[in-house]
DNA sequence: AACTATCTCAACCGCCGCGAT
DNA sequence: TATCGCGGCGGTTGAGATAGT
């Protein structure tokens, strides 16, 4: 739905339009578009629910660019919304303000993910506010389906130490490999696409969602990788310790401070394998191009019970292939 | 081409904590 | 102190998209 929405939403003036909305005219005023929704909603009762209308949402970015944001049940009924205070911030939040990236999770995305994960748990509000641009709802979604899926093939469950084990031994190095090659190849090869920034009146919207350091996920997510390295206990320790002495500065999701990130020397690149955390294996590269029955067997992890599936769906390749869509 | 299975993600629901009264 | 309303969070759902047969 991306392009048409994109397109259709460059038309508008907006951020991005739902995918059951038609379409819409530039032309169109406030005033045409509140008495379209009191229309729509007189045939509909008092409160409207399911998929936002192109109105809908053109009421909802005037309102807030106007007016900011907060006090969600007064904003839906002064703008003009049949809506609920709740689903008015959940559609601001989560669509169309406009920081919210769209797009892949980047393999730095999906380090951190991983790694917050195994730290905070189902924490995804906190664990959104240290990616910027990502909203608690995508990373819950992420989770879900990607993450959850591999462990239903590992019979195992997705917060057991066993998954963990897996996770740390054998995606984590994946993904820092992958951000190798990328980095190699010159960066840039998959750019999520950053919603357009659009005028904002209002001095707390401007200030609120301007100036998103994207630098900052590729430098947290390297000094994850850079952490991952073994140690003697052979646990797998949290990676994160090093990160959260600058967490300050450094987590803080629209910040610009960069100033105050820890001097951890970076030195991901390089020809030798990858050292994995907990563990005195180091994945060479060719491992890594593998089938998760032979990572796994890599890696000298108890035996996995794997489930119903074709070895192939085991591959990490999904990892990959989001950078490729 | 038609049908089915699976995946994705926007949106809703229920609960909880907090501040105002 | 009790009650109420609101905002925020995590869990869940379901429609549409996509892949597979």
């Not at 919207?205 to 590729?218: G, K, L, P, W």
């Not at 610009?256 to 990130?261: K, Q």
């Not at 020809?271 to 060479?284: P, S």
Request: charged content about 20%.
């Amino acid at each position: 739905m991306d392009m048409d929405k994109e397109f259709y939403m460059a038309g508008m003036g907006m951020v991005a339009a739902p995918a059951m909305s038609p379409a819409g005219s530039s032309a169109m005023t406030t005033e045409v578009a509140i008495a379209a929704v009191a229309t729509a909603s007189e045939d509909e009762g008092d409160l409207r629910r399911g998929p936002w209308t192109a109105q809908e949402d053109m009421l909802l970015v005037d309102y807030i660019s106007r007016h900011g944001e907060g006090r969600w049940n007064s904003l839906a009924r002064c703008a003009g919304l049949r809506r609920t205070g709740k689903s008015c911030r959940l559609r601001w939040l989560n669509y169309l303000r406009p920081d919210v990236r769209r797009g892949n999770i980047t393999p730095e995305e999906q380090l951190l993910i991983l790694e917050l994960h195994s730290r905070w748990g189902n924490r995804w509000s906190k664990i959104a506010q240290c990616i910027p641009g990502r909203t608690d709802n995508e990373i819950k979604n992420y989770w879900r389906t990607r993450v959850q899926k591999h462990a239903r093939q590992l019979r195992c469950d997705v917060n057991s130490d066993r998954f963990r084990d897996v996770v740390r031994r054998v995606w984590m190095p994946r993904l820092v490999e992958r951000m190798q090659a990328d980095a190699a190849a010159g960066a840039g090869a998959d750019v999520p696409v950053m919603a357009p920034a659009r005028t904002m009146s209002s001095p707390a919207a401007t200030s609120q969602y301007h100036n998103v350091d994207h630098a900052n996920i590729s430098e947290l997510s390297r000094t994850v990788a850079v952490t991952m390295s073994p140690d003697t206990s052979g646990t797998p320790r949290s990676s994160l310790s090093t990160v959260e002495t600058s967490q300050g500065a450094y987590f803080s999701p629209w910040g610009a401070a960069t100033a105050n990130v820890h001097s951890t020397p970076v030195e991901c690149a390089g020809g030798g394998g990858l050292a994995m955390a907990g563990h005195d294996h180091v994945i060479q590269g060719d491992e890594l191009s593998g089938s998760w029955s032979d990572l796994l067997a890599a890696t000298n992890l108890p035996e996995f019970e794997l489930g119903d599936f074709d070895d192939n769906l085991w591959s990490l390749e999904d990892v990959y292939l989001q950078q490729s869509c």
